[in-house]
């Protein structure tokens, strides 16, 4: 058990810095995730906490102790690899009990670990085979157990269900959630995919081209985005970006400067009687809720999501749309929350 | 599943694979029956009629205390070659692996030794070595070491050890270096996360991954001590001091085209023959066993 510490860390690639800087406090049992689009730096960033790769600046704390200098074995960590990375050659019992071996535990208690972690992780038919003979979904649940087993302060996770097929992936999901709860371990989590983030983080740390954009609770950086780069990535769709002012009572908007209303909160209601004038494009109904594309009066793209029970409008037919303007976020021109 | 082709012509197949077995039949079968019924007669001294023995040349064969010696020299050479160069290719392999810059430019350093034919290579060696001009044999003797392979055996095993070594640390290096990077790092990065150290990587993750490599290595290595070794020998020592060189693939050579005793030498080659058989099988059938996946 240990809380982690990031104080302005950086890393550079020969002269590219690709993490700029990034601070970070994980509470002891908590799950962090780091979520971001592919190559901002996260992988990047968790390798450092595991010590593969080198700290340019900066200092990682795990617990009470600086552990910038140390190797990946003394820093009490464990951690899932994306392509799972079992030791091909060895049986399962042996790729969980590998750690334990080398940490001399003795025997009759390295057998009682895993097979304890085998039980929690439905692993016990397979103990005896190699990975090669596991489904993606068993090997997934190999490199956990592998990871459990050492009873760890930090379990580390670098995309660990990106290589399974969406259904599994929900279901491992929800599994990760339970086990890290049930062992009361920090975790530290990578991902690209901003629904995993939404459901596995107590809070996340969004990234963005090697700097942590904000981090927070999956709901309130939803509800409150720090940047129009955090109001894109994270939900789906994304956040209605409008460059022409629809505010009661405002001027025109700064250049570059936008704002910014999520799909939901939008409803149609008859032309002339919302906010402002819409015209509907097409419809993609998805059962639960239906997504209606249009364009605004001033021209610009928009999305309103709208229950899955209501007749859909006919495409090209103009409607209103009712917005309470408590929900409207204004953007300035560099992308970062104004007020105005 | 098993790929098929399907020729329409009956003829095709065989036109097509015509050319190897034409090859093989006239580099191998042909000579190695022409060895078998050359190894039944001996010649007379003039050379003039053959008279048929039977089996009398095997006999007289394992009768005879020189070549049963060159049998042990045969095992002693092989072995240290074999061990030495794939052991320190091995070494370079993993050095070479964990540098990533210029590596490309290593790589092709490395494989030089392996363009240079075997004679050449022996010369090499020879000049280095030589006890009165050699540079090296100098040098061993400022420090009070006195190098005189033409005298002392077991310097000139070392000596052709050495020089048919370094020839295939290249090409083993080679397969080394490739078969670590087939290697996932992130299998590496886990057992370090999973705490073992650089050398228990090495030997519990790294070495049982590389084994297919290694074992392929082994029988091309084994082969090659037994017989393209036969350059590096005849410049450096011509299988001397007193035989302490001559191993069998040599002994053929020397009894056959200076000795000029042709049926011995067709026996020796009949019994080299079936030799690389028993070692060929021996290895696939035991140690392949043995290899990981
Ligand atoms: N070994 C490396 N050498 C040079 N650049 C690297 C190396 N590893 C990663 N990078 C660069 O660092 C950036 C962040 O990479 P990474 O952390 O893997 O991104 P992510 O995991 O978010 O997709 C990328 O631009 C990538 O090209
Ligand atoms: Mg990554």
């Known amino acids: ?340 | 599943m098993e790929k098929r082709v399907v020729f329409n012509n009956r003829w095709l197949p065989y036109l097509l694979v015509a050319p190897q077995l034409l090859v093989t039949f006239v580099f191998f079968f042909w000579p190695a029956g022409q060895a078998i019924y050359q190894s039944a007669f001996i010649p007379d001294p003039f050379g003039l009629k053959t008279q048929f023995v039977g089996l009398g040349n095997f006999e007289y064969l394992f009768g005879n205390r020189y070549y049963l010696e060159s049998f042990s020299t045969t095992a002693i050479f092989s072995v240290l070659v074999t061990v030495s160069s794939m052991s320190f290719a091995l070494w370079l392999a993993v050095l070479a692996d964990r540098v990533i810059k210029g590596s490309s430019a290593y790589r092709t350093l490395l494989i030089w030794p392996y363009a240079v034919a075997p004679a050449i290579a022996g010369v090499l060696w020879l000049f280095m070595f030589n006890p009165f001009t050699g540079i090296i044999a100098w040098m061993l003797f400022q420090v009070g070491y006195v190098w005189n392979h033409n005298l002392d055996g077991g310097q000139a095993m070392a000596l052709v050890v050495a020089a048919s070594a370094w020839k295939q640390i290249s090409y083993n290096f080679l397969f080394f270096l490739a078969g670590l990077q087939a290697i996932p790092k992130s299998v590496i990065e886990a057992a370090a996360i999973d705490g073992a150290s650089f050398w228990r990587r090495f030997w519990t993750i790294i070495f049982p991954l590389l084994s297919p490599t290694t074992f392929f290595l082994l029988v091309v290595n084994v082969i090659y001590a037994f017989f393209d070794t036969f350059g590096v020998i005849h410049t450096i020592t011509q299988g001397g001091p007193q035989q302490s060189t001559t191993i069998l693939v040599y002994k053929v050579f020397a009894d056959g085209f200076v000795g000029q005793d042709l049926g011995s030498s067709a026996a020796q080659s009949v019994v080299l023959l079936v030799l690389v058989g028993i070692l060929t099988v021996v290895q696939f059938r035991f140690i392949e066993r043995r290899v990981h996946y």
């Open chain 1, 1 to 340: 058990m240990a809380e982690i510490r990031l104080e302005a860390i950086k890393k550079n690639y020969g002269r590219t810095e690709v993490i700029h800087g990034i601070d970070a406090e994980i509470s002891d049992g908590e799950f962090i995730v780091i979520v971001g689009p592919s190559g901002c730096g996260k992988s990047t960033l968790l390798r450092m906490v595991a010590g593969l790769e080198t700290i340019t600046s900066g200092d990682i704390h795990i617990g009470d102790r600086i552990v910038n200098d140390l190797e990946p074995r003394e820093r009490d960590i464990a951690m899932v690899f994306q392509n799972y990375a079992l030791y091909p050659h060895m049986s399962v019992f042996d790729n969980m009990a590998y750690g334990l071996k080398i940490a001399k535990v003795p025997k009759a208690e390295i057998d009682s670990r895993v097979q304890e972690a085998a039980r929690m992780l439905e692993l016990e038919p397979y103990l005896d085979r190699k990975p090669r003979q596991l489904s993606g979904g068993q090997r997934q649940r190999v490199a956990m157990g592998r990871a459990i087993v050492r009873k760890p302060a930090v379990f580390l996770f670098d995309e660990p269900l990106s290589n399974l097929d969406a259904k599994l992936r929900v279901q491992m999901r929800l599994e990760i959630k339970a086990l890290q709860r049930k062992l009361g371990v920090t975790a530290m989590y990578v991902t690209h995919d901003q629904v995993e983030a939404m459901t596995l983080a107590d809070r996340m740390i969004v990234m963005n081209a090697g700097v942590a954009e904000q981090v927070g609770a999956p709901l309130d950086v939803y509800a409150n985005p720090a940047s129009l780069f955090v109001a894109g990535f994270i939900g789906s769709p994304p956040m209605n970006v409008l460059s022409h002012e629809i505010r009661p009572g405002r001027e025109k908007l700064d250049p570059g400067a936008v704002i910014g209303i999520r799909p939901e909160h939008i409803d149609l209601v008859a032309p002339g009687a919302g906010l402002i004038d819409f015209d509907v494009a097409f419809c993609e109904p998805l059962g639960a809720e239906t997504l209606v594309h249009g364009v605004t009066a001033a021209g610009d793209k928009l999305v309103v999501r709208i229950d899955g029970a209501v007749t859909l409008p006919a495409d090209g037919v103009p409607m209103g749309l009712a917005i309470d303007p408590a929900h409207i976020l204004a953007f300035d021109a560099s992308g970062r929350r104004s007020e105005v």
